[in-house]
């Protein structure tokens, strides 16, 4: 294991189980609909890729960029889209898939924005949610996997953009942002 992680929280066979079942879901709840699945860049993007493979049936993908965090592990409140949806989301079924819901402020921002643009309907798939930092309310529709209040990373969840590339969800040692 990689020496600033303390332990790991998901391993990677719990991740795919987990992932496999939220597919079979969303498949079931939009039979014979189409979808569009966006991704929320950068942190989302391994637990989209699982995802969108294991919904079977009429599904579009797209990327927004989305961040409140910068290089901190304090989330700044001030969210900014720095790259927008290729194309209108109006009149279609939208999923929104983000990696963790922390603190609420990304996705409510996230969500009343795209359902401001006449979706036909908005919905959340959030591979963690960590409900004990919440300050603003977000509803999630579909959720892999609640999580206690460490500072966790991998399968696309970065400190100071690194360790996304780790198969696994791990708990980082505090000396890492400590001595920041
Ligand atoms: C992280 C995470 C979520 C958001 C959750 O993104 O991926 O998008 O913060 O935090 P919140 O509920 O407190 O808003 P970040 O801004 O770090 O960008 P990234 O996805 O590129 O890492
Ligand atoms: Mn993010
Ligand atoms: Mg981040």
Redesign the pocket.
């Known amino acids: 294991m990689l020496d600033s992680i303390k332990e790991v929280l998901i391993t990677q066979e719990a991740l795919q189980e987990r992932v496999a079942e939220l597919g079979k879901q969303i498949s079931a709840d939009y039979k014979g609909e189409e979808v569009v699945l966006v991704c929320?860049?950068?942190?989302?993007v391994m637990f989209f890729a699982d995802l969108a493979r294991s919904i079977e049936g009429d599904v579009t993908l797209d990327f927004i960029s989305?961040?409140?965090?910068g290089n901190s592990t304090q989330?700044s409140g001030v969210v900014r889209i720095m790259k927008d949806l290729d194309k209108p989301v109006e009149g279609k079924h939208v999923i929104v898939v983000?990696?963790?819901?922390?603190?609420?402020?990304?996705?409510h921002y996230l969500l009343e924005n795209l359902k401001s643009r006449n979706a036909k309907s908005v919905r959340l798939v959030a591979l963690l949610n960590k409900p004990d930092r919440r300050t603003v309310e977000v509803h999630v529709d579909y959720q892999g996997f609640v999580v206690p209040d460490y500072f966790v990373v991998g399968y696309g969840?970065?400190y100071a953009e690194q360790y996304r590339n780790l198969p696994y969800i791990g708990i980082l040692k505090e000396e890492v942002y400590q001595s920041k």
């Open positions: 929320v860049l950068k942190g989302a989305c961040s409140s965090y989330s983000e990696d963790i819901v922390d603190t609420g402020n990304t996705l969840l970065d």
